[in-house]
T-cell receptor, first 113, second 111 residues
Framework: NAGVMQNPRHLVRRRGQEARLRCSPM?????VYWYRQLPEEGLKFMVY????????ESGMPKERFSAEFPKEGPSILRIQQVVRGDSAAYFC???????????FGPGTRLTVT | GQQVMQIPQYQHVQEGEDFTTYCNSS?????IQWYKQRPGGNPVFLIQ?????EVKKQKRLTFQFGEAKKNSSLHITATQTTDVGTYFC???????????FGKGTLLTVNP
């Protein structure tokens, strides 16, 4: 059973461009979470999704950020018009319906130049 | 909202010494989880504590959950170089399993 997959692992964008981060949860996992981690900081919750539904987006900035988890395909975290402050590691985690443990992907390290 | 504080931020020990990190929440937690993140890696689940006063052991690691369910600790006995990494506690919201992480304790071990 493959783990949580994220791509790309590293992404460099210029200010004003769009960043699109992908996350494929573990097989059989229907719950996906996105977290952001700044250097030497803990992970900050951004959004919680189930298939085709956003359950909790309380941690996500209201502007420029959006997330989806379509019926088919990976979950996508989209950042429009990136700014330098968006530079961070973005981790996706998934869990099965009845489980409490979250399985984290390797992360996408976004650098905005 | 829920806030989770963790101390110390850094801890450097000699191999063989013990290590403890402490976690405090501003609110009563339904349960708490601990994760380990190696440098450049992703967080890996270690354990979940649910009951007031609970103590769980994993080999050289001992996890405790306070009686009031507002604090927790992780103790490592006789550290090894493989223990290097950042240890995070995370408060769990029972409704949606959203995690609120502490800032972590970075452990370095001198061989």
């Amino acid at each position: 059973n493959a783990g949580v997959m994220q791509n790309p692992r590293h992404l460099v964008r210029r200010r004003g461009q769009e960043a699109r981060l992908r996350c494929s949860p573990m097989k059989g996992h229907s719950h996906v979470y996105w977290y952001r981690q700044l250097p030497e900081e803990g992970l900050k919750f951004m959004v919680y999704l189930q298939k085709e539904n956003i359950i909790d987006e309380s941690g996500m900035p209201k502007e420029r950020f959006s997330a989806e988890f379509p019926k088919e395909g990976p979950s996508i975290l989209r950042i429009q018009q990136v700014v330098r402050g968006d530079s961070a590691a973005y981790f996706c985690a998934s869990r099965p319906g009845q489980g409490h443990e979250q399985y984290f992907g390797p992360g996408t390290r976004l650098t905005v130049t | 909202g829920q806030q989770v504080m963790q101390i110390p931020q850094y801890q450097h020990v000699q191999e063989g010494e013990d290590f403890t990190t402490y976690c405090n929440s501003s609110t009563t937690l339904s349960n708490i989880q601990w994760y380990k993140q190696r440098p450049g890696g992703n967080p890996v689940f270690l354990i979940q504590l649910v009951k007031s006063g609970e103590v769980k052991k994993q080999k050289r690691l001992t996890f405790q959950f306070g009686e009031a369910k507002k604090n927790s600790s992780l103790h490592i006995t006789a550290t090894q170089t493989t223990d290097v990494g950042t240890y995070f506690c995370a408060g769990v919201e029972s409704s949606n399993y959203k995690l609120t992480f502490g800032k972590g304790t970075l452990l370095t071990v001198n061989p």
